[in-house]
């Protein structure tokens, strides 16, 4: 038992193991995306698994009859891998390349420093994800790309931006409930305004 009063304390490997983990997943910091800042800097995917956590907290109330500690746990991992092979651009990732088996393999490779249980958690809560099936999981997924589609409305986007793939991208997530809906209309809205101020192609 510890000093504090009962809770046992956490062995010595356990603890190097998590602090591994957690020195690893750093690399996510310097992962970039495409995607920009609204001052043009590319953004990372840790900023982008922030701010999409963010979203999913701001809309706790909305998210009736969901598990938000799960929802967020799922936010949190659902890149991770990223931290080894980097980002797969949103316009790249319809491509039946691998890529889904190739993620699992680095995010098994980054979470190896961590005690079992922990990795299987990681583990499982990527592949409920990946599946999209339970409530948890497509609220993680949609709002997954509405983050991605709410940067490209306000980042500092080179001149012939595609904001016609925008109205496109990830409408099979985004349609999988009725919050989702409603905010997708809100950003199609936005991104049909950035379309317009920024003028045909080339101008």
């Not at 591994?20 to 001052?39: H, N």
């Not at 990372?44 to 963010?54: F, N, P």
């Not at 420093?113 to 409530?135: Q, T, V």
């Not at 306000?154 to 990830?170: C, E, H, Q, V």
């Amino acid at each position: 038992m510890s000093a504090d009063g009962g809770r046992p304390q956490i062995g010595l490997d356990r603890l190097k193991g998590i602090l591994d983990f957690i020195q690893a997943a750093e690399g996510l910091k310097d992962t970039l995306r495409s995607g920009t800042t609204s001052r043009g800097r590319r953004e990372s995917t840790a900023e982008h698994t922030w701010r999409l956590c963010l979203m999913v907290m701001m809309f706790g109330r909305e998210l009736s009859g969901c598990d938000q500690h799960r929802l967020l746990k799922l936010c949190i991992v659902h890149d991770l891998g990223e931290a080894i092979s980097g980002d797969v651009p949103a316009i790249h990732q319809g491509l039946d390349d691998g890529r889904a088996a190739r993620e699992r393999a680095d995010l098994s490779a980054l979470c190896a420093p961590l005690p079992a249980d922990l990795s299987a958690e990681i583990l499982d809560l990527w592949d409920e994800y990946s599946a999209a099936a339970s409530p948890e999981a497509i609220f993680a997924k949609g709002f997954d790309k509405l983050e991605t589609m709410l940067q490209h409305t306000i980042g500092d986007n080179p001149a012939g931006f595609d904001y016609d793939f925008n109205l496109t991208y990830g409408l099979q997530h985004t349609d999988r409930h009725p919050l989702l809906r409603e905010i997708r209309s809100l950003v199609d809205e936005a991104t049909r305004k950035r379309a317009e101020d920024q003028g045909p192609p080339g101008s």
